[in-house]
C-alpha cells in the first residue's frame, strides 16, 4: 500500500479500538506524521494510555512506557554504564534505557522532578543523549507522547513553560458523547470475553512499516505552502506577542506570547493536514484547524484573564477572530 492508504488504515484500526475519540487519535497521527512529540492531558480514564498503546500496536514499531514517579531518576529514562566482566577484566557497558524505542508513552510527566523531566526533553529536543561523555542516538522513528491530569496538584511538579515549549502539541482530550460510551461497554465486554471472528476489534490487525510513515513525512514535506499562508501564521504569531496592536481587551490577557517553535509547528502541521484531507497546497482553513493544538501551551495569561477564567483556547478564538484570513 502507498503512503495514504497506510495512514488511513493505521487511523481506521485505531478507531476501532478507541471509541469516541477521533479528535485525539486524528492529533496523534498529525504529530506522527509531523515528527513531533504530544502532550496529552485530560482527566483520567480517557483513553490516553489505551491510544499511544493502540497506535503502537497498529505500527511495526517497538513502544516503551515510562511511569513517572517522584523518586524516578534520569537514569531510569536514560540507561547507565553498567560494570561487566569480560575476559576476566571488569569493562563499563552501556545499558540502554527504556527511553530507546520508537513509541515512547510517558506516563503522567508531571509527577517526576524537572531533573527527571528535563533527560526526557533533551532526548525529544536533541534526539540524542549522553552517558559517560558517549553520545546515543534515538532510533529514526521517534515521537514522545507524555500524558498528564490537569486536577492533581498533589505530589506533581508542571511542567514549565520552556519545557512545555519542546511539545509539538497539546492535546486535551474530553469525555466521549453518550452514544460512544455505550459502544465502549460493549467493546471492553467483548474484550473480556475474547472477540469473535466478527467482531473488528478481533480481528487481525495489519502493521504499518516505518517506511511508509517516512514515504508520507517526504510527501508532506514537499506540500506547497503559498507566500499568504506564511504571512497568516506569522500574523497569528504576532498577535500572541503584540496582542496591543490587535485588541485592547487581548492585550490584558497575554503576558508572553508564543516562540519561534510555535510558528515553525504551525506551519508543518498545517502541511499534515492539508496532507490528510487530500490537498497538495495549504489553506487557511488548515492553519485554523491546527491553530489550538499547536498554540495553547505557548501562552503564558495574565492574572486579568485567569481572574475573569479565560482559558487560552478562548484568547485563540479570539486572535482568530481578530487576524485576518487571506483571499
Known sequence: MNAKEAVATLQTQMESSIIGQRDLIRQMIVGLLANGHLLLESLPGLAKTRAVKSMAKNLDTEMRRIQFTPDLLPSDITGTEVLHQQGGQNVFQFQPGPIFGNV???????????????????AMEERQITVAGTTHKMPDLFI?????????????????????????????????????????LELVRSEEVGASSSNPAGAQATRIEPASIFEARGEIHGMHVAPAIEQYIMALVDAT??????????????????????????ERT????????????????????????????????????????????????????????PA
Do not use: C
Open 144 to 184: 514522545v507522547m507524555a500524558t498528564q491530569n490537569p486536577i492533581e496538584q498533589e505530589g506533581t511538579y508542571p511542567l514549565p513553560e520552556a519545557q512545555l515549549d519542546r511539545f509539538l502539541m497539546k492535546v486535551l482530550v474530553d469525555y466521549p458523547d453518550k452514544d460512544s460510551e455505550i459502544g465502549v
Open 104 to 122: 515512547i508513552l510517558a506516563d503522567e510527566i508531571n509527577r517526576a522532578p524537572a531533573k527527571v523531566q528535563a533527560a526526557l526533553l533533551e
Open 270 to 325: 498545517s502541511r499534515v493536514h492539508a496532507w490528510l484531507e487530500g490537498r497538495d497546497h495549504v489553506t487557511p482553513d488548515d492553519v485554523r484547524a491546527m491553530a489550538h493544538p499547536v498554540l495553547r501551551h505557548r501562552l503564558i495569561l495574565t492574572y486579568d484573564a485567569s481572574a475573569e477564567g479565560i482559558s487560552a483556547d478562548q484568547v485563540l478564538d479570539k486572535i482568530l477572530e481578530l487576524v485576518a484570513v
Open 241 to 266: 506577542r503584540h496582542p496591543a496592536n490587535y485588541d485592547k481587551t487581548l492585550a490584558s490577557w497575554i503576558q508572553i506570547g508564543s516562540s519561534p517553535r510555535g510558528g515553525i509547528a504551525l
